[in-house]
Structure formats: C-alpha cells, structure tokens
C-alpha cells in the first residue's frame, strides 16, 4: 500500500480548503493538533501556503490572534517559504494600510491593519534566524532601495511614505 500523494491544491482551492479547515476549527469540530496536521500538508506548496494566508490573516477567524501550540510549531516547520510569505504579507498590508488611510477607506485600512498585525506576530513566533535575515531584505529594498526584494518593492509601485511604513512595520517585528 503506497502513502497518498501529497495535497498540492491550486490557489484558489487552498482558499476554499482553508475556509472550511478553520470554520469547522471554529466551531470545535477540528482540535488544535488535527488542524496543525492538515495545515502541515497543505503549507508544503507555495500556493497552499498562500491560500492558507489568504484566509488567515485577512478573515475574522481568530486563528492568528490566538494561534494554538500545535499550528504555531507546524507553522515553525514549514520553514522559509511560509517566513517569506509572511514577510511579504508585512510589506504588502502595511503599504495598503497607507494606501487606504489616504482614500478615507477606514474599513478597508482597518482590515490592512489586522494583516499586518498578525503577520508580525507571526514572525515572531518562527524561525528567528530565518525571520530576521528575511525581514533584512525587505528593508534594504524598502530603506535603501536595494537587494533581493527591489523587484518586488517597484512592481507594486510603492511611494515613499509606503516604503517609510514598511521599514516601520519590519523594525516593530523585532520590539
């Protein structure tokens, strides 16, 4: 008898899957440790990983404000691609919340804001050699306009004072 293949879902998919895995978490007919094991799987794919996200740092679930042991250590496992998503989720929340901010948007800046809560604390409960090499990145494409993340930085066409926000938004991480 063979193990099952691998749960490698589509983007669209791993948000559906993720809603349920977390309405059912929700209501307690998933366990902590059920939901880390699933998740386990399902954050081994970068589009797995970033479905899961998707629905965890932008929805009401309350998932990343209280997140259980068990998630937080398959979170920790899961390694650098769920560090670089989650950094990346920093960067692109930040820089909405001030893009919001500006348009009077409140609700929408507000959500932005929840993204970006969760996501550093989230970074701080991974890796800390992984988290912060990472995030040093981020800053020297959002600070000085340099290195790795630049391409990303300019895609988004972020402003100054979006770039300022997210320089912000990384050094909070580390207090």
């Not at 899957?17 to 059920?34: K, N, P, R």
């Amino acid at each position: 008898m063979t193990a099952p293949a691998p749960l490698q879902p589509s983007f669209p998919q791993a948000i559906e899957i993720s809603g349920q895995w977390l309405a059912l978490w929700e209501a307690g007919e998933l366990s902590d440790e059920v939901l880390a094991d699933r998740l386990a799987e399902l954050v081994a794919s970068r589009d797995g990983a970033r479905g899961f996200f998707v629905v965890a740092l932008a929805s009401d679930s309350p998932l990343m404000d209280r997140l259980p042991e068990p998630v937080a250590l398959q979170l920790r496992l899961a390694g650098e691609a769920v560090v670089d998503l989650t950094v990346r989720n920093l960067a692109m929340s930040t820089a909405m919340a001030v893009h919001h901010g500006r348009s009077g948007d409140f609700s929408q800046q507000a959500g932005s804001e929840r993204v970006q809560h969760r996501s550093r604390d989230l970074l701080r409960l991974l890796e800390p050699t992984a988290v912060k090499q990472r995030l040093e990145i981020m800053l020297a494409a959002a600070r000085d306009g340099e290195g790795d993340d630049v391409a990303f930085v300019e895609r988004w066409g972020y402003d100054t004072a979006q770039k300022s926000a997210i320089a912000e938004a990384i050094d909070a991480v580390a207090e």
